[in-house]
């Protein structure tokens, strides 16, 4: 699980020239196919257990607050009671094509605070980072009605999921994804802000994020029993820390901004031109010792060779000051880098302060928004040794820089470059390459990232 610091409002867009990238948004045609689920970093909200009546079309849930019927939930998942609720409906009551019937899930906030952000918002708006609410099938269909259970006698999960993942099993178990904010419970049961398919005249957000499993019955099948789990981020107003974490083994990219798009894996935007996003894959050589597979960013062939544009960004915006702690870590393997110009870099923005830290070949250190490294910032070291970084922020009064788990050097605060004016108001983290170029011929800079990870209220795993 993790939590936040609820201080600074998210902000909603990133501005590409605070960095001094190019603004140009670029992604896949269309959206992965599996969004997999940060499990580290989401709170259990509870287990549903959902009767479904095929004879009649009525569906039941109710929560499990002791152990369930069957074998497969975890402990940890019982008593769902006061935190989520379920409303199921089975969609138009008969089955469609190859007797397929669909169930139609809208969930509800039963807390009073909000689910799925570490900051204010705007109800009836998601905050553009929220990692979304995970709800997922703890128990396959079971207490099949109407036949005897058989090759003749079956219910199995068919389309309609967005993805399969093992959360407490070692067989995947589907799940659907709402790309949303819950809002604080209203008080009020199956309508109002909390109900996400509630006009804003008939006192919702106007936001419909229902999800629907479909199971595939045997003809003979009159009814059968299923439960269902919620995984998400629960940030309780009394938190103080909000962790962040990406596994390099999927593409971190972002793609457009419909509910559709919005399924990215994991949730990052990425920016950079057109032919510096397709430079990037999944790989299994050149990560770091012991890490593998990771996300491979390769930088090359500009558009000018005066101007290089092939760099490319990942980045998060998020709620954080300039008095709160934070870090931000990374192992991450390096190729093709020169001495003396920084290429690969993380880092993390307030609304005072840039901390951009950078690698060359031969040293490390802060940058400015130029990608040069500061007066006084940067300290002897190769990347091609050091593979493990972590860049800690103590508040407004210092950064260190930490390699390999050993300390390397400390920058004052307040010696770092400003924050950039365009973009004051967007704390953001970052990760990504910058392209350099030779007289003669560009160099590829190559970066092999197996992890990356933030978090607001620490300054330390």
């Known amino acids: 699980m993790h939590s936040a610091p609820k201080r600074q409002p998210v902000a909603v867009a990133l ?4 960095l001094g990238i190019l603004a140009a ?3 896949e045609p269309s959206a992965p196919s599996r969004v997999v689920p940060p499990v580290d970093q989401m709170a259990s909200l509870g287990t549903y257990i959902v009767d479904v009546n095929l004879k009649t079309g009525k569906v039941l849930e109710h929560a499990v607050a002791s152990s369930p019927p069957t074998g497969g939930v975890d402990a940890r998942l019982y008593g769902a009671v006061g935190s989520i609720r379920h409303h199921f409906t089975l969609r138009g009551g008969v089955p469609s094509a190859g007797n397929t019937y669909t169930l139609e899930d809208r969930i509800e906030n039963q807390f009073a605070f909000p689910i ?3 900051g204010p918002h705007t109800v009836g708006t998601s905050p553009p980072d929220t990692m979304g609410v995970y709800v997922w099938m703890a128990l396959a269909p079971f207490q099949i009605t109407g036949c005897t259970a058989g090759p003749t006698c079956l ?11 093992p959360f407490t099993s070692s067989t995947p178990q589907p799940y659907m994804y709402f790309k949303t904010v819950l809002e604080a419970s209203d008080g009020v049961t199956g309508s109002g802000r909390d109900y996400t398919n509630q006009s804003p005249a008939a006192g919702g957000t106007g936001i419909d ?6 199971f595939r019955a045997s003809t003979t099948v009159t009814g059968f029993t299923f439960g269902v789990s919620v995984s998400a981020a629960l940030v309780r107003p009394t938190d103080l820390r909000w962790k962040v974490f990406y596994t390099g083994d999927s593409l971190p990219n972002r793609v457009g901004t419909s509910l559709a798009d919005l399924r990215s894996d994991p949730d990052w935007r990425v920016r950079g031109s057109s032919a510096a996003v397709q430079d990037t894959s999944i790989v299994t050589t050149g990560c770091a010792a012991g890490t593998s597979p990771c996300f491979r960013i390769e930088s090359s062939n500009p558009v000018l060779i005066f101007s290089p544009t092939d760099t490319i960004l990942y980045s998060r915006s998020d709620s954080m000051g300039s008095s709160d702690n934070a870090y931000i870590a990374a192992v991450v ?3 093709n880098l020169q001495s003396g110009i920084p290429s690969v870099f993380l880092g993390m923005q307030d609304r005072n302060r840039l901390i951009s830290f950078c690698l060359a070949a031969d ?4 940058c400015d928004a130029a990608h040069a490294f500061v007066s006084g910032g940067s300290v002897a070291l190769s990347p091609s040794v050091v593979h493990s970084w972590r860049i800690a922020k103590f508040a407004a009064d210092s950064v260190v820089i930490f390699g390999d788990g050993a300390r390397q050097m400390k920058f004052i605060y307040a010696s770092l470059p400003a924050a950039p004016s365009a973009s004051a108001s967007n704390p953001v983290f970052w990760f990504g390459n910058k392209v350099f170029a030779s007289l003669s011929s560009p160099t590829n800079v190559t970066s092999y990232w197996s992890s990356v990870v933030y978090e607001i209220g620490a300054t330390s795993p």
């Open 15 to 18: 501005l590409a020239s605070s």
């Open 25 to 27: 948004c670029s992604g």
């Open 116 to 118: 799925g952000t570490n």
């Open 155 to 165: 219910v199995r999960t068919d389309s309609g999921a967005d993805g399969a993942y």
């Open 209 to 214: 994020y229902s999800r629907a499993f479909s």
């Open 333 to 335: 393997a390096v190729a």
């Open 363 to 366: 040293a490390v250190g802060f």
